[in-house]
């Protein structure tokens, strides 16, 4: 019990650090958009790209140890990607591009 119990905790972790490191990046991605050149853009999201990848290994390996199941298709993260909405003011910088949630932002 007390293994599943770390392992969840983990799992909340990794979500709440990918929740963080979004934000982090949306805040430098509007700065990139009002005064860097946009090869700095396309780095900041191939770096967010990185990262919710290593995340949502961590999280599917969690989740395949507390539920036993190694044929387990998705996790939290992926529904969380797809649903967070990016603030207001990133989806207007990037309205041009209809980039509306964080999916979009790392698919672009």
Do not use: H, W
């Amino acid at each position: 019990m007390a293994k599943n119990n770390i392992e969840t905790e983990d799992i909340l972790k990794a979500s709440y650090r990918v929740e963080l490191f979004i934000r982090k990046l949306e805040k430098q991605i509007q700065t990139a958009l009002i005064y860097e050149p946009s090869g700095s853009i396309k780095k900041d999201i191939q770096v967010l790209n990185e990262f919710v990848k290593n995340q949502k290994m961590l999280i599917e390996d969690a989740r395949k140890s507390l539920s036993g199941n190694y044929d387990y298709k998705g996790n939290y993260l992926d529904t969380e990607i797809v649903s967070t909405p990016l603030s207001t003011r990133t989806s207007l910088c990037l309205k041009s591009a209809n980039i509306k949630t964080v999916k979009d932002l790392i698919e672009a």
